[in-house]
Structures are given as structure tokens and as C-alpha cells.
């Protein structure tokens, strides 16, 4: 935990962006009839029934300290999928940076392995040495900003039925083109010291005697 919140206070530094990454799913879903429009006096109305179409995945990479987001929807969540994901960033998304400030969850997919899964030795350690990890630690997720930009695109864009794969990555695409518009920065203003403070029953007791 410290780590990560030691890592949030470095002064922005765009040859070290530091990005959060995040993924969640979505369960697509068709209707079985249409609805009703909205008409003066009535509201939209839509079937109960409905059909599922099946998930798909959305992997998320969140820049705090610029207000960008990268949103790369998939069909699936394998190791493959977070490898590909992980070359869009190094190569499309920051191809200026020395080194990218990367912090994620301890999923298991979410490794340096996944990448030498994914591609020739070389390649993969090219990958690997473009960044810098940061786990955050076990029911920590909170700690990770990527989840409050997951929360925020839940709330603005998928709170609906979306029934295709296709449909949902322009839904998507048209967010995150309006909301990095808006450079919508994140203040996070939760340090160390307020860990050990507020978070004081987390810490091991120290047996040293004074």
C-alpha cells in the first residue's frame, strides 16, 4: 500500500507517465421486442425480456496526473488478451515514454509471464523493461485509480442494455474520446501518512521496547 501511495506523490514526469490499469466485464444483452420511444407525458419504455449475447472485457489504462484514459475492449480476459493490451500501451498509447509507471492488481493474468506467453523472448522483454509495476496489495483495489475511471464509464456509458460487440466499443470509443476532451485529472489526496493514521489497525504491532 505504501509503495502506491509513495509512487502517486512523484511530481508528473512525461517521460514516466504513471497509468493505472483496471478491467471489468460486460455482460452484452439484446432485446426480444422493441421498446416504446418517449413521447410528451410518457417516458421510454423497454421488455423485461431480453437475450444475452454473451460478455466481453474491458481493459482500462488510466493517466491520473494528465486526464487521459485508453479503454481496449476484447472478447475475452486471457493472458493473451492483458499481453496485447500491454503492447498497445508501450507502442500506441506511449511510445515517447523511457519507462512507463504501471499500476495494476495482482490477477493472475496480469504478470510479466503473460507477456513471454504471448511473444518471442526478445519481444517480450522489450515489453518488460519499458515498465515499472506497482501491485497494489490483496483487497486493495481501491488503491488503484483505474477503478474509479471503471466506475465513472459504468455510470456515463454502460449502465444499458448493449447488445454487440461491436456496438459496445463505439459506445466506448465515443467516451473516452469526449471524456479525455475534458482532461478530467483525478486529485488523489490520500498519502502514507494518512494510511498510518486512519489505517492504523492494518499494521502489524511492533514488539520493540523502548
Not at 27 to 54: C, F, I, M
Not at 86 to 113: C, F, G, Q, S, W
Request: aromatic letters at 8%; a neutral charge; glycine letters at 4%.
Amino acid at each position: 500500500m505504501e509503495d502506491v501511495l509513495d509512487m502517486y506523490q512523484r511530481p508528473y514526469d512525461p517521460k514516466r507517465p504513471q497509468v493505472c490499469f483496471d478491467e471489468s466485464s460486460k455482460q452484452l444483452v439484446g432485446e426480444v421486442t422493441s421498446g416504446t420511444l418517449p413521447q410528451p407525458g410518457h417516458p421510454a419504455r423497454e421488455d423485461y425480456e431480453y437475450v444475452r449475447n454473451g460478455t466481453a472485457n474491458l481493459f482500462m489504462f488510466s493517466e491520473p496526473l494528465q486526464g487521459r484514459r485508453e479503454v481496449k475492449v476484447t472478447e475475452h480476459r486471457t493472458k493473451l488478451d492483458f499481453a496485447y493490451a500491454i503492447r498497445d500501451l508501450v507502442d500506441t498509447h506511449y511510445p515517447e515514454a523511457e519507462r512507463i509507471v504501471l499500476v495494476m492488481d495482482n490477477l493472475n493474468t496480469h504478470k510479466p509471464a503473460s507477456l513471454y506467453e504471448a511473444f518471442p523472448p526478445v519481444e517480450a522483454r522489450r515489453l518488460v523493461d519499458k515498465l515499472e509495476i506497482h501491485y497494489t496489495p490483496k483487497h486493495g483495489s481501491w488503491l488503484n485509480m483505474a477503478e474509479i475511471e471503471l466506475g465513472i464509464l459504468n455510470r456515463q456509458c454502460l449502465n444499458r442494455r448493449i447488445p454487440l460487440h461491436t456496438t459496445l466499443k463505439s459506445e466506448v470509443a465515443a467516451w473516452v474520446s469526449q471524456r479525455n476532451a475534458t482532461h478530467r485529472k483525478i486529485d488523489w489526496r490520500f498519502t502514507t501518512k494518512d494510511a498510518r493514521i486512519k489505517l492504523k489497525r492494518l499494521y502489524p504491532v511492533s514488539n520493540e521496547h523502548g
